[in-house]
Nanobody, 119 residues
Framework: VQLVESGGGLVQPGGSLRLSCATSGFTFRRYDMSWYCQAPGKELELVGR????????NYADSAKGRFTISRDDDKKMVYLQMNSLKPEDTAVYYC?????????????WGQGTQVTVSS
C-alpha cells in the first residue's frame, strides 16, 4: 500500500496550492479519503473528507469556503485545492484512507507534504 502526497511548498498569504495524493495497493474506490494536517506543537486535525461512492464532503470550519477536496477513482487520486491561504495553514498535510469493515477498520496514511504560508 502506498499513499504519496505532493504539491506542498512555500506560498505567500492569499496564495493557492493544490495537493495531490497518489495511491496504490488497495481498492481506492471503497475508501473514504481525507486530508489531515499537523502544525508544529499541535495535534493532528482533520482538514476535509470525501466519502466513497457518493463523494460527499465535509470540512473543518477553518477550511470551509477556502479548501476543496476531490477524488478521481479511475486514477486513484485525491486532491486538496487550497485557496486564500493563511500563515496559520502552515503544517504538514497527510493523506488518509479509511474503510470500516464488519469486524475492523482499515486505514492507511501517507508520509506527508509540508505547506508553509509566509511572506
Amino acid at each position: 500500500v502506498q499513499l504519496v502526497e505532493s504539491g506542498g511548498g512555500l506560498v505567500q498569504p492569499g496564495g493557492s496550492l493544490r495537493l495531490s495524493c497518489a495511491t496504490s495497493g488497495f481498492t481506492f474506490r471503497r475508501y473514504d479519503m481525507s486530508w489531515y494536517c499537523q502544525a508544529p506543537g499541535k495535534e493532528l486535525e482533520l482538514v476535509g473528507r470525501i466519502t466513497s461512492g457518493s463523494g460527499s464532503t465535509n470540512y473543518a470550519d477553518s477550511a470551509k469556503g477556502r479548501f476543496t477536496i476531490s477524488r478521481d477513482d479511475d486514477k486513484k487520486m485525491v486532491y486538496l485545492q487550497m485557496n486564500s491561504l493563511k500563515p496559520e495553514d502552515t503544517a504538514v498535510y497527510y493523506c488518509h484512507a479509511f474503510r470500516s469493515l464488519m469486524t475492523y477498520d482499515n486505514e492507511y496514511w501517507g508520509q506527508g507534504t509540508q505547506v508553509t504560508v509566509s511572506s
